[in-house]
Structure formats: structure tokens, C-alpha cells
């Protein structure tokens, strides 16, 4: 890699770190009370999806530990947005579904969340968005398969 490259290269790091840094500032004082980051993103990943997801599955989805995933999980049963409950075909396996109340919380967070999403694509143009969004989903493939 040549210098041009480098540069190119650390300060495009540099941007994603920085973004990265200043949205889970603004989205941690936006939360609705007693939320965190990692609990909407789980919260939104099991409404997506719309089925159970194995504590395992979960923590490989957003790429942390199986202890960290549990420490996620045990928060949100206590708030009641999840049920988890034994596999019923492998009793070591336990799978977790969003709860209804946990819908609630993950669209009360949304509705915090969306004026800022959508002020920073009205400002850039969600053509420029657009444009952006299949590069960044690239680099995060390529940094996910480990190459």
C-alpha cells in the first residue's frame, strides 16, 4: 500500500470510527429510559426477523461472546421484551422470542431514533445514502469473513 493509500485508507477509518462514536453518544441520550444500545439492536434484529434466535445465533449476529450476548438477553427478560424458553428438541438450548412489550420498547426507541436518522439523510440526500450504503455493507462482509 503506498502512502496515498494509507492516508485514504486511516482516514477513512478514522470517519467510521468517529460516526460510529458520535451516534451511539446521541442514540444512548435518546434511548427511552433504561435501554442501551445493544438491547434496541437485539430488540430490532428479533422483530425483523420475526422468529426464535438461540442465545448462539444471537451473539454470531452482532459479533460478541456468548457471555456478553446472556448478559444482554438476562437484562431484557427482566424488562420483559424477550421470553426465553428451553428448546423443546435440545434441552442444553434455550430460544428467545421478543414479547410484546419488547415490540413496544423497540418502536417507542424507534420513534426517538427516527428524526435524527431522517435529519441526516434529508441534509446528505438519500441518493448520497444510497450510494454509500452497499460500500459500507461490503467492508463489513469482507471484515466479517475475516479476510
Known sequence: MNNKQSS????????????????RNKLTRILPAGMEISHFSVLTHLAYTNSEKTPAQLA???HVTKGAMTNTLNKLEWAGYVH???????ARRKM????PAGRQARDAALSAIEPIIRTLVDEKGADDIRAAIPV????????ESGE
Open 8 to 23: 485514504l485508507a486511516i482516514t477513512l477509518v478514522s470517519e467510521i470510527l468517529a460516526t460510529d462514536q458520535l451516534l
Open 60 to 62: 454470531k449476529v452482532f
Open 84 to 90: 426465553i424458553r428451553p428448546d423443546w428438541d435440545d
Open 96 to 99: 428467545v422470542a421478543i414479547s
Open 136 to 143: 459500507l455493507r461490503e467492508m463489513r462482509l469482507k471484515l
